[in-house]
């Protein structure tokens, strides 16, 4: 069946403008989460929806990250007035349920640049 | 604070090699432990761990949990050069948040 997709894969950016970055899990999936994936670096978590809410959003940067979910599937994640420092992949993971016994299954990313 | 330390960060080796990737972590409520194979972009899946001692294999990797030292290994036998990527390593913490490392990167030579 259809994996995690992301969209756009690759986005370029002038500083100070914002962008949005779409999530569609694995129908069914009800868990989802955002994490962000700088150069060199591990994954760090932003935000997890279970549904269409999310008891955890303490992985958000700043106030300028705002994610939602809809219909219990697609996700989007908004950067308001970007920075440079805010360039990375930032990628998408779904799981049949939220919890620690069910894996993540990861969407291929999007690479945001801010220039 | 929550933390998932991986070693090495970076190794290289000669296909055939056999090579040991280190994970520890500390976290609050520790449930499970996850290993995953990034080659490109999206992480792929390779094994979850829960209980200690009991050794997960999937062909030549295999990975194996101490629930008492707090940490994991994950084992590659006969290395070929499609093992090489990041390997990553998270570890659950609370009730939804996985903590991850920064991974090792593993180059098989040929």
Known sequence: ?115 | EDKVVQSPLSLVVHEGDTVTLNCSYEVTNFRSLLWYKQEKKAPTFLFMLTSSGIEKKSGRLSSILDKKELFSILNITATQTGDSAVYLCAAHSGTYKYIFGTGTRLKVLA
């Open chain 1, 1 to 115: 069946g259809a994996g995690v997709s992301q969209s756009p894969s690759n986005k370029v950016t002038e500083k100070g403008k914002d962008v949005e970055l779409r999530c569609d899990p694995i129908s069914g999936h009800t868990a989802l989460y955002w994490y962000r994936q700088s150069l060199g670096q591990g994954l760090e978590f932003l935000i997890y929806f279970q549904g269409n809410s999310a008891p955890d959003k303490s992985g958000l940067p700043s106030d300028r990250f705002s994610a939602e979910r809809t219909g219990g599937s697609v996700s989007t994640l908004t950067i308001q007035r970007t920075q440079q420092e805010d360039s990375a992949v930032y990628l998408c993971a779904s799981s049949l349920s939220g919890g620690a016994f069910y894996e993540q299954y990861f969407g291929p990313g999007t690479r945001l640049t801010v220039t």
